[in-house]
């Protein structure tokens, strides 16, 4: 243990502490004598106002039971759990095993050990745990939570999450988003999430001082800002505890976790085991947040391969580097105090206690004779304290009459003085108005202007942009015309040349066979001749030369056709080039000419520009312009304002002294008035007492002779009811005799009466807060053994103080009214209400805070299990509030058979006259169950007190009271008791306030 925990020993070790605690003790003993001896003195005058008090049952702890007589925790601690194994929309792979038996360990644990109370706990499981639950958790804790209190949060279910998409690193990744996976939600549809960030938001708008998280799911760390280092020092604690903190501790980081449940574990996931581990282990009496994060995480990620729970503020929530404390209940404690003493000392011990009585008697003696001369002083200065009264009222008389004249003609004078400044300021401020409303219709008119004007600067920039985008296409479109020409130009070029290159391998193969023809035709010849010259004449030869001249002249006309045919088709293809590089030629001049028209259209757009740009410029000067007339307009308006307040504020303070020094006045001639008031007030009540008496005997004659009526009539319609009996007995016999077998009716045979039978109409809404007093005394309370339930038991007289109760159940209309004035979050089932057919209907669907908050907000409170008996049952210990006639549809709203809705389920409040309590309260039985302050212990009855008992001191249900439309009239009885989780909300359940008798 640390801090001065460590040298605190036991009192009889040492013998100048126990004189001095001797002496202390002796020097408090006397002074308590003398002061309650000198109360009388002082408060004789004084008067004791009765009425009821109901203390409430969960009050701050003490020290006795928490962790150090110098406890400085301040507020309350509060809890949201929420753990959640079933999701109805998903697959049966998606469920967990061990969500809620952690957070259920988790509750039990901070209850048992670390005296977190039930009532101010919040727990969501499975369906419990929907999307509009946890929300509406949220919102009524931000509603109910105080800036001293501290909130533990643990949540156990699926989380999600989804990285950045500008992610590109693994910083980055934690700007993603992150969601809590609530019960009702759809698989892969984030709408139905819970998302990080309005957890943040609540974490950062709930007014606690504290807030810790525990989160064990998937990605749990996304909801983390950067790690801050604290100190170690156990003496820090206090300090630590007194700024506010946002801090959370998750099962892991960005990335899925387990959730198998470990046999090992008592079923329990490893995180969870190991965290309830170092709650359960700690003794020392204040744990913090951040002692929890270092262990926990070296032993998860020593069992768990890839798993390290981390703990950190939440980021942008309002942490402000405060810690989360836990508090040990004190029988949990371990440390030096508790040593004994040493055996050797106890000698020592006896004697030093014998000498500590004598000095304390001696001193008591010494207190009891200063005691009495005190007393005797006393009385002398109250004497005097009379007589000194008696002459102030002599001269007070005297001159009150003067001060009263005085007074008329100064308040006279003084009203004229007003009525003159009320007029001038009425002036001033209508001259102050007139000149707001011209400013502010100049102030218009040049916003209008400015508006008109960057309407203006839009079109141009507009028309600007459209500009650039025709020239840019049309730019674009010439360069693709040039582009496509000059593809045009290469080709037809390379067609040109392959032409050439065809006819010189023609023309050069057809030279090279004409060679060779010759050259064979020459041989041949030769040949010929030669073989001729042997053979013929002369004549032959000559014949042979004229046929070789033709045949040369004829090579020679076939060589120059050739010739000419080769020459035609070379100027046909100088023809085409020359056409092509016309038509090239006449593209570049185009193309020339598209870049003319372009510049042109440059200079144009660039011309434009500088107009606009000298038109925006223009525009910047008038806004600039229009700015500074409007702030000297309003600087002046401004000036003009604080002139006429300061005027205003000088006039108001030299009224209001005027208006002090006439209130010392009065409040001297009140005070004088006042005391005699309550002279007359004393006397008065009195004789109203006097007079409430002699009215509550002859009520209670009265209550009396309408029993005795009551019973008289309960007899004769008994009488009537067996006469009826007997006549019907004897027409089914006569009838028996007279008709036919088959005809005879069916053995057991009753008529059936509907249950949900409204006999008699509700009480209009303006009825509806009438409350009922309930005066103090006993009655009985519980059943006997044997006709009811055990913890009934045993039945017994109790006495309560008088109080009042709310004549009906709280109603939808009342209800309305309270959420519109308090903000509060609306119960389950409000979506099926029909204000204007419903409004006399009892609210359904609060839970025990709800309820609660709605009593503590009209400044009552809800009734404990004594007062509700009592105003249901009265002092006859009757079984229910009708008497003791069975339950039938004429007295209560029960068992009505069909499915929920406000219309058919529930009976206007009031709706059963033959079924109120003899105090005159409506419905106590049937209709909804009721909330009640108590907590539920079944052995509670055993010890309860005599008087006034309001529950045990702690628990984790509450009690119900009065049997509802869903259930059998076997439950409806006056002393009946059912229970519930304070979180419970059913469409079968609602409520009643108390409050103190006036």
Same mark, same amino acid.
């Given at each position: 243990m ?6 605190r ?9 126990l ?19 000198s109360? %009388?003195?002082f ?9 009821v008090e ?23 601690y509060?809890a ?15 469920? $967990?095993?061990?969500a ?5 360990a988790?509750?039990?644990?901070l209850v ?6 039930k ?6 499981y ?10 509406r ?5 931000? #509603?109910?939570l105080t ?14 999450y ?5 992610a ?18 759809e698989?892969?549809?984030p ?5 990080n960030s ?11 001082r ?29 300090? $630590? ?35 309830m ?9 204040y744990l ?54 040493? %055996? ?8 030093? $206690? ?12 010494e ?9 005797a ?7 005097e ?7 102030e009222?002599k001269?007070l ?9 005085k007074?008329?003609?100064e308040a ?10 009320a ?15 011209k400013f502010e219709?100049?102030q ?9 004007a ?15 985008d ?7 479109e010439t360069?693709?015309r ?36 010759l ?16 053979e013929k ?7 042979l ?5 033709e045949?040369?002249?004829?090579e020679?006309?076939r060589r ?10 070379k ?7 020359r ?13 020339k ?6 510049a042109?259209?440059k200079?144009q757009?660039?011309?434009k520009?500088r ?6 410029? #223009? ?5 600039k ?8 307009? #309003? ?5 003009r304002?604080?002139e ?6 000088e006039?108001?303070?030299r ?11 009065r409040?001297?001639e009140e ?6 008031k ?10 109203s ?6 009215a ?5 004659e ?7 009526e ?7 319609l ?32 009753e008529?059936i009466?509907?249950?949900t039978?409204r006999?008699f109409?509700?009480?209009k ?5 009438? $409350? ?22 045993p039945?017994?007289a ?25 903000g509060?979050e ?5 979506e ?24 503590e907000?009209?400044?009552?409170q ?11 049952r009265?002092?006859d210990g ?5 008497g ?22 529930l ?37 309860a007190?005599?008087k006034n ?5 702690s628990?984790?249900?509450k009690v ?23 979180n ?13 008798a006036?």
């Amino acid at each position: 243990m640390g801090g001065s925990m460590k040298t605190r020993g036991h009192p009889h070790t040492n013998p100048f502490r126990l004189k001095l605690a001797t002496f202390a003790t002796g020097l408090a003993v006397g002074s308590f004598l003398i002061g309650a001896l000198s109360l %009388p003195f002082f408060f004789a005058n004084n008067s004791v106002k009765a009425g009821v008090e109901i203390k409430p049952q969960a009050a701050k702890p003490s020290a006795a039971g928490g962790a150090d007589p110098d406890d400085f925790i301040e507020g309350n601690y509060w809890a949201l759990i929420i753990g959640i194994n079933k999701y109805p929309t998903m697959d049966k792979d998606k469920q $967990l095993e061990a969500a809620r038996k952690d957070a259920e360990a988790v509750s039990k644990l901070l209850v048992d050990r670390y005296g977190f109370s039930k009532e101010r706990m919040v727990e969501l499981y499975d369906e419990q745990a929907s999307r509009k639950g946890v929300i509406r958790a949220f919102s009524s804790l931000k #509603r109910r939570l105080t800036d001293k209190d501290s909130l533990f949060i643990y949540y156990a279910g699926h989380g999600e999450y989804e990285k950045s998409a500008t992610a590109k690193s693994e910083k980055e990744k934690v700007d993603g988003m992150g969601y809590w996976i609530p019960s009702d939600a759809e698989l892969d549809d984030p709408a139905s999430y819970i998302f990080n960030s309005q957890v943040r938001d609540y974490l950062a708008n709930i007014p606690a001082r504290h807030i810790y998280a525990v989160v064990d799911s998937c990605f749990s760390g996304s909801l983390m800002g950067r790690t801050r280092q604290l100190g170690l020092s156990r003496s820090a604690v206090k300090e $630590l505890y007194q700024q506010p903190s946002r801090w959370i501790l998750a099962s892991g980081g960005l990335y899925p976790v387990p959730d198998a449940a470990d046999k090992a574990k008592q079923g329990h996931s490893t995180f969870a085991w190991h965290f309830m581990k170092i709650l359960r282990q700690n003794t020392n009496p204040y744990l913090l947040a951040k002692d929890i994060a270092e262990p926990i995480a070296i032993r998860v990620s020593n069992e768990v391969k890839d798993q390290l729970p981390r703990s950190a503020p939440v980021m942008a929530a309002g942490d402000e580097g405060g810690q989360f404390v836990f508090r040990l209940k004190r029988e949990f404690l371990k440390g030096p105090g508790d040593a004994a003493p040493p %055996p050797g000392d106890l000698t020592a011990l006896e004697k030093q $206690l014998e000498e500590a009585e004598k000095a304390v008697k001696k001193q008591q003696e010494e207190f009891e004779k200063k005691k009495q001369a005190m007393i005797a002083r006393l009385k002398q200065l109250e004497e005097e304290k009379k007589r000194r009264e008696v002459d102030e009222e002599k001269q007070l008389a005297a001159a009150v009459k003067e001060a009263e004249e005085k007074i008329q003609r100064e308040a006279k004078e003084r009203e004229e003085r007003l009525k003159a400044e009320a007029e001038r300021l009425k002036k001033s401020e209508e001259e102050r108005l007139a000149s707001a409303r011209k400013f502010e219709q100049e102030q218009k008119e040049r916003e209008q202007k400015a508006k008109e004007a960057e309407l203006a600067r839009q079109k141009l920039e507009e028309d600007r942009k459209a500009e650039a985008d025709r020239i840019a296409a049309l730019k674009k479109e010439t360069e693709e015309r040039a582009r496509q020409a000059e593809l045009a130009r290469k080709k037809a070029e390379e067609e040109r040349k392959a032409e050439e290159a065809r006819l010189a391998a023609a023309l050069k193969k057809r030279e090279e066979e004409e060679k060779a023809r010759l050259v064979a035709e020459q041989k041949k010849m030769e040949e010929l001749r030669k073989k001729q010259e042997a053979e013929k004449d002369a004549a032959r030869l000559a014949e042979l030369k004229r046929q070789e001249e033709e045949a040369r002249k004829a090579e020679a006309a076939r060589r120059k056709a050739e010739e000419e045919q080769i020459a035609e088709q070379k100027r046909q293809a100088e023809e085409k080039e020359r056409q092509r590089v016309a038509e090239l030629k006449r593209q570049e001049e185009e193309h020339k000419a598209e870049e003319k028209r372009l510049a042109e259209l440059k200079r144009q757009e660039e011309e434009k520009e500088r107009q606009r740009q000298a038109e925006l410029k #223009r525009q910047e000067e008038e806004r600039k312009r229009l700015e500074t007339e409007m702030k000297a307009a #309003r600087e002046r308006e401004e000036k003009r304002l604080a002139e006429m307040t300061k005027k205003q504020q000088e006039e108001e303070r030299r009224l209001a002294e005027e208006r002090r020094l006439a209130d010392e006045k009065r409040k001297a001639e009140e005070k004088r008035l006042v005391e005699e008031k309550t002279k007359a007030e004393a006397e008065r009540l009195a004789a109203s007492k006097r007079q409430d008496e002699a009215a509550r005997k002859a009520e209670e004659e009265r209550l009396s002779t309408l029993a005795r009526e009551a019973e008289e009539q309960k007899r004769k319609l008994a009488e009537a009811k067996k006469k009826a009996e007997e006549a019907q007995k004897a027409a089914e016999q006569a009838a028996k005799s007279s008709a036919p077998p088959s005809e005879a009716p069916k053995s057991g045979s009753e008529p059936i009466v509907e249950a949900t039978l409204r006999p008699f109409q509700a009480p209009k809404s303006k009825d509806l807060a009438t $409350l009922i007093t309930v005066p103090a005394g006993e009655f009985v309370m519980g059943s006997k053994a044997g006709d009811g339930q055990p913890d009934e038991t045993p039945q017994r007289a109790v006495f309560v103080d008088a109080f009042t109760i709310d004549k009906y159940e709280v109603t939808v209309e009342q209800y309305a009214a309270y959420l519109k004035k308090s903000g509060a979050e609306p119960p389950d089932f409000w979506e099926r209400v029909n204000q204007k057919e419903d409004g006399s209907r009892p609210v359904v669907g609060v839970d025990w805070l709800d309820a609660k908050d709605f009593c503590e907000y009209f400044g009552k409170q809800l009734p404990t299990e004594a007062q509700w008996e009592k105003a249901a049952r009265g002092t006859d210990g009757r079984k229910y509030p009708w008497g003791n006639d069975d339950p039938g549809p004429l007295f209560a709203n029960f068992a009505s058979g069909v499915s929920f809705s406000y219309s058919k389920s529930l009976a206007a409040v009031g709706s059963y006259e033959s079924g109120k309590s003899p105090y005159g309260v409506y419905d106590m039985v049937g209709n909804v169950w009721e909330w009640v302050l108590d907590n539920y212990d079944k052995a509670y009855y055993q010890v309860a007190p005599p008087k006034n008992p309001a529950g045990p001191a702690s628990g984790d249900y509450k009690v119900i009271r009065g049997g509802s439309w869903s259930k059998r009239p076997a439950v409806a009885r006056s002393a009946g008791r059912m229970y519930l989780a304070p979180n419970t909300r059913s469409n079968s359940l609602g409520f009643r306030c108390v409050g103190e008798a006036k």
